[in-house]
């Protein structure tokens, strides 16, 4: 027997009609819920543990400006393809924990504890879920920055302005901290949105944490297994990660491309935040070509969470297949 669409409709409509419980009243209804269970996911690469910890999500209007060479409708219209709510955007921010070689290792930070305050929860929750899923921040050995943008920086503060990991060393890409902490660059940088960002970038590093980071260099592992990677255009010194123990791998990619709706299905639109975009797209093409080629597992930092998954070529763009949720670590 075939069970067709008006079938459905049909057990739809008797459903609605008909109480499934009868008339016996049930006393001990659980209360509907208003809250997430918190947001971490666990996940091995060899001996290493990759905790997944998310930071919330981001919702907003899509504006003209938001990708800089495409009309707004045809943005609109692929978002809506991929089922997202047309005209409004969505980015997910997902740092990382790692338990490697003895040491807990957290790589990016979140939007932090402010960013909890003004959007009422819906992001700023590394430190609350870090925390749910049983990390002390007294216990992070080494804090791993990608690169100085507030979504992966500001969690290094706590909310009144201390160190979040007091007793971690801070290691932040040598091109990228000249970068930012380079005054001539910061007097030219262009009003509203650079200028911001130099701000927050001195803020958190220069009056939270006095400057005590430590650069570090590409091609370099900063902890066993745990390779620093050149992936500049996003900003100067954006950079990524592969992460291997034994035969097992993932690249770690942080903002290669932000979520893969719509950035990995077209990968030569530009957003906004992406510094030098025509580099930013020569990056995202040739870091995407080589998951393809080598068939990679990827974390993507603005990944729908959990943010694990592998990459297809598809059309002239790629398409991102996530991994499927493990119930057992
Ligand atoms: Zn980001």
Known sequence: MEFSRRDALTAAVAAATTPLLGATPVSAAAPAADKQAPSFYRYKVGDVLVTVVSDGKNVFKLEDSFITNVKKDEVSAALEKAYMQPGTMTIYFAPLVLNVGGKVVVIDTGNGAAAKASTKGANGLF???????????????????????????????????????????????????????????????????????????????????????????????????????????????HTSYVLSSGSDKVFIQSDVTNNPNPFATHPGWHAIFDQDAPLAEKTRRRVYDMLVADKLKVQGFHYPFPGLGHVEKDGNGYRVIPAPWNPTI
């Open 127 to 237: 430190a609350d879920n870090m925390a749910a899923a049983g990390f002390d921040p007294k216990s992070v050995d080494m804090v791993v920055i990608s690169h100085f943008h507030g979504d992966h920086v500001n969690g290094l503060l706590t909310a009144d302005g201390a160190p979040a990991f007091p007793n971690a060393e801070v290691l932040v890409p040598a091109t990228e901290w000249k970068f930012w902490m380079d005054d001539g660059e910061m007097s030219r940088a262009p009003a509203g949105r650079m200028q911001g960002l130099f701000k927050n970038n001195r803020s958190i590093f220069e009056t939270g944490l006095k400057k005590k980071v430590t650069p570090y260099e590409w091609n370099k592992e900063l902890a066993p297994g745990l390779l620093a990677v050149e992936t500049i255009g996003h900003t100067p010194g």
